[in-house]
């Protein structure tokens, strides 16, 4: 489902298959006690990139799963069990104590572009791969840290609009231009893991000490931070005061 390494100071968290990485409730718990890992081996100068194997990045919650349920109340239960379950996977992410990247081999949509938009940078491919967030064509509302985290990391209000409201799918390039995504300059799975790794070698000579690190990005995004209830705190880490 995952695999978690450690090369120097670089982790490298991957979902690995080549499936469309659904995020069913094993892989969730998955995801999560490897960024308790990460987290817990955490040194200053450390960075964390997040990948996949195959033509997706991830393609979201395990609704088939959640369909099979026999009802719609039932569901609609386990749709809830998901969306709940996934939040603390945003929550680790946001407090992770060191720079993080998501290098997308491919498509990411609905949870999957949110679990992208989780990590610092995001970089895709030029030639394959799409963001695109299905909730509005498939007839599901967005949980609010969903929302919270789109208004926090995509500045544009139109851009917003095309994505929520549109279900617009979107290209590396063209995320670039609308100012989602860093990069999408590589035409490979593994071109994209080269430059993921290029970025990171360059976080990790800053050696900057990951709890102020992690404070400070809590206090970027006030309104996610504020519906996970992740709250900011002042940390002095300076010998230089």
Request: proline share 3%; aromatic share 8%.
């Amino acid at each position: 489902m995952c695999t978690l390494e450690k090369r120097g100071n670089l982790f490298f968290l991957t979902l690995t298959g080549d499936d469309d990485h659904r995020f069913s409730l094993t892989l969730i718990e998955t995801l999560i006690f490897a960024l308790s890992q990460v987290k817990s081996q955490a040194v200053n100068g450390s960075a964390l990139i997040t990948t996949a194997h195959g033509k997706f990045f991830s393609n979201g919650f395990d609704l088939a799963w959640a369909q099979s349920a026999g009802s719609s109340s039932g569901a609609v239960d386990r749709l809830h069990h998901l969306v709940t379950s996934f939040k603390p996977v945003v929550s680790a992410l946001l407090s992770l104590p060191m720079p993080t990247i998501a290098a997308l081999p491919g498509h990411a949509a609905a949870a999957g572009f949110l679990l992208a938009l989780s990590h610092d940078y995001v970089l895709m491919r030029r030639d394959r791969g799409v963001l695109y967030m299905s909730e509005v064509d498939i007839g599901l509302t967005f949980p609010d840290y969903f929302t919270a985290l789109m208004r926090s990391k995509i500045g544009s209000a139109s851009t917003r609009r095309d994505i929520l409201l549109a279900g617009r799918k979107v290209k590396g390039e063209e995320a670039v231009r609308m100012g989602i995504v860093d990069s999408a300059a590589h035409n490979s799975e593994e071109s994209v893991v080269e430059a993921a790794v290029r970025l990171g070698e360059q976080l990790v000579k800053r050696k900057w000490n990951g709890e102020v690190y992690a404070e400070i990005r809590k206090s970027l995004y006030p309104e996610v931070c504020g519906v996970l209830g992740l709250v900011p705190k002042t940390v002095v880490a300076s010998s230089k005061l």
